[in-house]
């Protein structure tokens, strides 16, 4: 506010002292310019800084504001530029704040001052805008006007950007940065359903961290975030644009991939040696390894099924061994897409 007051009370005083001056005022009408263009701005500020409602202090500065540009209308006996200037923008200031009917709570003293300047000064009345008086209010209407206008540019911008901020909070997890569960939800319905009318292929890819929870437990739940946002990483860097990947819940995570069996399959062991080769600063020696499990879509299949199909791959490299890419396994037995696992398949400290 306080940049605003003392702009807004420096300019006003220019058409204010051109009044006076015609006027042939007294010393005090002066003085009490002085202190409204210049002190009360900088007392304004101390009230609020030595405040401990700094809040509620400035909300009655704000109608301190309304009460001085009030008495300064019978003050200037009512000339009609400046008096309506100044009272409009000292109602548009309390609008431009933003604080529900505090122009409507402002009224009132502004109107009591009208009131006390008028018997100090007999109710003079001399209406009449002289040209150096409209010339003297050629800044404030210029000056004041395009710096509230950029200010609430400003605003607005801040606004949109928290607005933006907010619309990718609400479909991001806060860990990792990957999809919500809503949003990718989403994302895989639009790729099952691609597959249905023959416009690409779609895999699902579940994966799940080896032995987490001993990890997380053993070396503190700071070290388990760092293992998420590594593996979350590792996902992002992987899958690149072929599809979207999300934390489906704990230490699971699921992709859905617009590419065939082979190339998910690809793609799901180069994520398990990439999280395989991950360290950690925080925990030096720890080594984390990832089971998956692969599912391609089928014709008229639903996404519950797609992620039940991948589930039970992802249950396979786990009853496998874990540390490993599997399938749903077939009607004769076979896996043929599971491999051999490179490490003992836990998230643990290296001996």
């Known amino acids: 506010m306080y940049p605003f007051r003392i702009l807004g009370m420096a300019l006003s005083s220019l058409p204010v002292g051109v009044v006076l001056a015609q006027q042939q005022d007294s010393i005090a009408s002066w003085v009490l310019l002085l202190f409204t263009g210049l002190l009360w701005p900088q007392l304004a500020l101390w009230r609020s800084w030595r405040s401990r409602d700094p809040d509620r202090t400035e909300r009655q500065n704000l109608l301190i504001d309304s009460a001085i540009a009030g008495l300064w209308v019978p003050l200037m006996h009512f000339n009609l530029l400046p008096s309506a200037l100044i009272a409009t923008l000292a109602v548009v200031d309390k609008i431009n704040t933003g604080i529900r009917g505090l122009w409507l709570r402002s009224l009132p003293g502004m109107l009591g001052a009208i009131v006390l300047g008028g018997v100090l000064t007999g109710f003079a009345f001399a209406p009449a805008t002289s040209m150096p008086v409209i010339i003297a209010c050629m800044p404030i209407l210029l000056i004041h006007t395009v710096a509230v206008s950029l200010n609430g540019y400003r605003l607005v911008r801040r606004v949109h950007y928290q607005n933006q901020r907010l619309d990718e909070l609400s479909r991001t997890d806060p860990l990792t940065g990957l999809d919500n569960r809503r949003q990718w939800e989403e994302h895989a319905q639009r790729v099952l359903e691609r597959r249905h009318t023959g416009l690409g292929p779609a895999t699902l890819v579940m994966v799940d961290i080896d032995s987490f929870k001993a990890a997380n437990d053993g070396r503190g739940h700071a070290v388990g975030d760092d293992v998420l946002r590594g ?67 089928s014709a008229g299949m639903s996404l519950r099924r797609w992620m039940v199909a991948a589930d039970t791959a992802l249950y396979n490299a786990k009853d496998a061994g874990r540390n490993r890419v599997a399938t749903p396994i077939r009607d004769d037995g076979a896996d043929p897409s599971a491999t051999a696992p490179v490490r003992d398949g836990t998230c643990e400290a290296a001996r």
Not at 238 to 258: M, S, T
Not at 259 to 279: F, K, N, T, W
Request: proline share 3%; charged share 20%; with cysteine.
């Open 231 to 297: 593996v979350a990483a590792v996902l992002r860097d992987c899958i690149g644009d072929h599809g979207h990947a999300v934390r489906y819940g704990g230490d699971e995570f699921a992709l859905a991939l617009e590419v065939d069996e082979p190339r998910a399959l690809a793609i799901a062991e180069s994520i398990r040696r990439q999280v395989g080769a991950l360290s950690f600063v925080a925990a030096p020696g720890l080594h984390c390894t990832v089971s998956l499990g692969v599912a391609t879509a």
